[in-house]
């Protein structure tokens, strides 16, 4: 069975306080400005990416848009399909007309007391006349042109459909992001959180030991300084975070400020492992725009094929019966049933070339098509590749950041035991601890970095629903932010 009989058969059937205020309303607003659903869509353990992304497709307009124009263009192929059956069709009529025309037949016999021949005069028909007639027809012949129409028209829905996943991978592109970048801020925002809360330790005992002068002014200065880039960047990282939610919030049809929580970490999201380097033949001619173009070609092939085949002869069968007054021509006084029955031959004998100009604009646009479909394969290819160099980039920047972490770890334990014992200095601890905050930072950007990497592949090749193992939507257990 083909593909076009499956489709056919488917289709049928504040510092200090203050700044510690000002990083708990950072965490409230992100927490607050969410996009899921109110209610029962959040749940206990949250929203996932994978469920921000189905409902986003659920509700998206564009993707909804699609979707009629798919129903539109499977309509016109059941249109297509009508060809196909009978046409019956039926009418009535009644009708006045004169002059009614007359039979007028010389005898040539003389009556007795008659002046000449006797001549007979009869009216054939009546002035009036009315009935009922229904038609039934049928195409008997015309050489397949109504099957390369039918295909074409499958096409188109096929077509129709390729291009729906296309805006469908577009909508899923853009929840991703959305959802990465909230959960990138909301990591951000908790590692400069705790950041803050040492520094700001940090400080309180800088002035301390200055008051009691045990320490100088500088101490005390780089302390308040480091609490002040802390307090800037938990700023920017919250209103960067309330952006990010909004946007999600409006992906998924929600207004602002509905409750929810995102379950999914960038530990999660990073994939360990993706799709390295450009995929192959099959890969590419898998993609929504490249299989869009080659059904749309296909349904232009199709169409030639029906224009060629309309330069033939077609033949119909016709079946007339009407119930009418007068019944015939000369019977005028009486109504009845009458019938007919025929075969019609119809052939465009010369069409002054308008088909042949036809079947070249069809054959350039076909070559239009599969030219679109390479230069598709090769971008395809491209983001591919790109995405899995940004994808092996951030593994190497996050295994290196694990080590970073730890080293910078053990440098802040040592640096303050120094300054316990008298042989360090703060100057040493502060270097210390903002060594270890960049390289938390540095390894939440690079998980960052990994799952959009992963996004990115999944938007070239028109991927909606990732995979659950390896993939963005991984139900492994999640990494603890450092």
Same mark, same amino acid.
């Given at each position: 069975?083909?593909?076009?009989?499956?489709?056919?058969?488917r289709r049928?059937?504040?510092?200090?306080?203050r700044?510690?205020?000002?990083?708990?309303?950072g965490?409230?607003?992100?927490?607050?400005?969410g996009?899921?659903?109110?209610?029962?869509?959040?749940?206990?353990?949250?929203?996932?990416?994978a469920?921000?992304? @189905?409902r =986003?497709? %659920?509700?998206?307009? /564009?993707?909804? #848009?699609?979707?009629? !124009?798919? &129903? +539109?263009?499977? $309509?016109? *192929?059941?249109?297509?399909?009508?060809?196909?059956l009978?046409?019956?069709?039926?009418?009535?009529?009644?009708r006045?007309?004169?002059?009614?025309?007359?039979?007028v037949?010389?005898?040539?016999?003389?009556?007795?007391?008659?002046?000449?021949?006797?001549?007979?005069?009869?009216?054939?028909g009546?002035?009036?006349?009315?009935?009922?007639?229904?038609?039934?027809?049928?195409?008997?012949?015309?050489?397949?042109?109504?099957?390369?129409?039918? @295909?074409? =028209?499958? %096409?188109?829905?096929? /077509?129709?459909? #390729?291009?729906?996943? !296309?805006? &469908? +991978?577009e909508i $899923?592109? *853009?929840?991703?992001?959305?959802y990465?970048t909230?959960?990138?801020?909301?990591?951000?925002?908790?590692?400069?959180?705790?950041a803050?809360?040492?520094?700001?330790?940090?400080?309180?005992?800088?002035?301390?030991?200055?008051?009691?002068?045990?320490?100088?002014?500088?101490?005390?200065?780089?302390a308040?300084?480091?609490?002040?880039?802390?307090?800037?960047?938990l700023?920017?990282?919250?209103?960067?975070?309330?952006?990010?939610?909004?946007?999600?919030?409006?992906?998924?049809?929600?207004?602002?400020?509905?409750?929810?929580?995102?379950s999914d970490?960038?530990?999660a999201?990073?994939p360990?492992?993706?799709?390295?380097?450009?995929?192959?033949?099959?890969?590419?001619?898998?993609t929504p725009?490249?299989?869009r173009?080659?059904?749309?070609?296909?349904?232009?092939?199709e169409?030639?094929?029906?224009?060629?085949?309309?330069?033939?002869?077609?033949?119909?069968?016709?079946?007339?019966?009407?119930?009418?007054?007068?019944?015939?021509?000369?019977?005028?006084?009486?109504?009845?049933?009458?019938?007919?029955?025929?075969?019609?031959?119809?052939w465009?004998?010369?069409?002054?070339?308008?088909?042949?100009?036809?079947?070249?604009?069809?054959?350039?646009?076909?070559?239009?098509?599969?030219?679109?479909?390479?230069?598709?394969?090769?971008?395809?290819a491209?983001?591919?590749?790109q995405?899995a160099?940004?994808?092996?980039?951030?593994?190497?920047?996050?295994a290196?950041?694990?080590?970073?972490?730890a080293a910078?770890?053990?440098?802040?334990?040592?640096?303050?035991?120094?300054?316990?014992?008298?042989?360090?200095?703060?100057?040493?601890?502060?270097?210390?601890?903002?060594?270890?905050?960049?390289?938390?930072l540095?390894?939440?950007?690079?998980?960052?970095?990994?799952?959009?990497?992963?996004?990115q592949?999944?938007?070239?090749?028109?991927v909606?629903?990732?995979?659950?193992?390896?993939?963005?939507?991984?139900?492994?257990?999640?990494?603890?932010?450092?």
């Open positions: 069975m083909t593909e076009q009989d499956r489709e056919r058969r049928r059937g504040a510092r200090g306080r700044g510690a205020a000002v990083a708990a309303l965490l409230a607003a992100l927490g607050a400005l996009a899921a659903a109110p209610a029962a869509d959040t749940g206990e353990g949250g929203v996932s990416l469920d921000a992304v @189905a =986003a497709l %659920a509700r998206s307009p /564009a993707v909804i #848009a699609q979707e009629h !124009a798919v &129903a +539109a263009t499977e $309509a016109k *192929a059941a249109q297509a399909e009508s060809a196909w009978p046409r019956v069709s039926a009418s009535a009529w009644y006045v007309s004169g002059p009614v025309p007359e039979l037949f010389d005898t040539g016999i003389a009556l007795p007391g008659a002046s000449g021949p006797l001549t007979i005069r009869r009216e054939l009546t002035p009036h006349s009315a009935g009922v007639s229904a038609t039934v027809g049928w195409r008997a012949l015309d050489f397949g042109a109504r099957d390369a129409r039918i @295909a074409a =028209a499958e %096409a188109l829905a096929r /077509a129709a459909r #390729a291009d729906g996943a !296309a805006r &469908a +991978a $899923a592109f *853009a929840t991703r992001a959305a990465l909230a959960r990138l801020d909301d990591e951000v925002v908790a590692v400069t959180g705790r803050l809360g040492a520094a700001r330790a940090d400080l309180e005992t800088a002035e301390n030991r200055r008051r009691t002068g045990l320490a100088g002014d500088l101490p005390a200065a780089a308040s300084s480091r609490v002040a880039e802390l307090e800037a960047r700023a920017d990282a919250t209103e960067s975070g309330v952006a990010a939610r909004e946007a999600l919030a409006l992906l998924l049809g929600l207004p602002p400020g509905a409750p929810m929580t995102l970490d960038l530990g999201l990073a360990v492992s993706a799709g390295d380097g450009a995929p192959g033949a099959a890969g590419l001619d898998e725009t490249v299989a173009l080659r059904a749309s070609e296909a349904a232009l092939a169409e030639d094929t029906a224009r060629a085949r309309s330069r033939l002869p077609t033949l119909d069968l016709f079946v007339q019966g009407a119930f009418q007054y007068p019944k015939t021509f000369v019977e005028t006084d009486e109504a009845g049933v009458t019938w007919a029955a025929g075969v019609s031959l119809s465009d004998a010369f069409d002054g070339g308008l088909v042949s100009a036809q079947r070249e604009e069809l054959a350039a646009k076909r070559a239009e098509l599969a030219a679109l479909a390479d230069a598709s394969r090769e971008e395809t491209r983001a591919v590749t995405a160099a940004q994808a092996r980039t951030a593994r190497a920047a996050l290196a950041g694990e080590r970073q972490v910078a770890e053990v440098y802040v334990k040592a640096a303050r035991g120094a300054l316990a014992a008298g042989t360090g200095t703060d100057l040493e601890v502060r270097s210390a601890e903002t060594a270890l905050d960049q390289a938390r540095g390894l939440v950007r690079a998980r960052f970095g990994a799952a959009m990497a992963e996004a592949r999944l938007r070239a090749l028109g909606t629903a990732a995979p659950g193992r390896g993939g963005m939507d991984t139900t492994t257990t999640p990494e603890s932010t450092p």
